[in-house]
């Protein structure tokens, strides 16, 4: 009996998980689906994994080509399903990006990431906020003004930061785990904390230098570099 209830429950996960794989693949959304088709844009060989969290706002969602959107991401244009004056360009994701799990973005005029972006897990992306000026109302009934968001090409963006309304990220920067973002952020340069302040900088012929502490240099490598160095350590 006891290896009867074994073989049982070994057959009963298999089928489970593969159930479970079937549905994910099934429920993804790609070129060919009907809601990749309710997008703005929607790149060949673009994939949104099942399950989403929520989207709202899909005819002013455009994605670029290639692009990986992980499961129980956000894409929300508007304040609401049935909002009807949102913009026809709220979220613009380019080619090669990859969106973390769990991610969110909400868009109310602009948030535009470019090229090969990377988030990690938990990202969240807005360009609106709420107000607190008037001491009687409701925080959460102060709409605060919309604020175009847009990160450069080439970016990281490490898991749980917080990227919030007016940010301009340039292109090859590195935004560590948890900082929470706003403002300018200049080309090649690594911020973290809370507020986000830059750690590192790069300059030609010296490397990744520290703010703080300028005889702190890591060296710079390129991918080239990188896979020959790689190459003589196996």
């Avoid at 973005?105 to 969240?124: K, M, N, P, R, Y």
């Avoid at 000026?133 to 003004?145: A, K, V």
């Avoid at 898991?159 to 929470?180: D, E």
Wanted: with cysteine.
């Amino acid at each position: 009996m006891p290896v009867k209830r074994h073989l049982a429950r070994r057959l009963t996960n298999r089928l489970v998980h593969a159930a479970h794989r079937w549905v994910t693949r099934a429920g993804a959304i790609q070129p060919g689906t009907d809601l990749a088709e309710s997008f703005g844009t929607f790149g060949e060989g673009s994939y949104i994994t099942f399950p989403m969290a929520t989207m709202y706002g899909a005819r002013a969602i455009h994605l670029g080509r290639d692009t990986l959107i992980g499961r129980h991401c956000s894409l929300l244009v508007g304040y609401a399903p049935d909002d009807p004056e949102i913009p026809e360009r709220g979220i613009v994701i380019g080619d090669r990006c990859v969106i973390g799990a769990g991610s969110t973005l909400t868009a109310h005029e602009s948030i535009t990431l470019g090229d090969d972006v990377w988030f990690g897990q938990d990202v969240f992306v807005s360009d609106a906020s709420h107000g607190y000026q008037d001491p009687e109302t409701p925080i959460g009934r102060q709409l605060g003004s919309h604020q175009p968001i847009t990160i450069g090409s080439g970016t990281w963006v490490g898991h749980g930061a917080v990227i919030l309304p007016g940010s301009r990220i340039g292109r090859h920067v590195v935004v560590g785990a948890g900082s929470v973002v706003r403002g300018t952020v200049p080309d090649h340069s690594v911020v973290a904390g809370v507020p986000a302040r830059a750690v590192r900088r790069f300059e030609a012929g010296l490397g990744w230098v520290a703010v703080d502490d300028p005889s702190d240099v890591r060296p710079a490598w390129t991918a080239a570099e990188v896979a020959a160095m790689l190459a003589g350590e196996a």
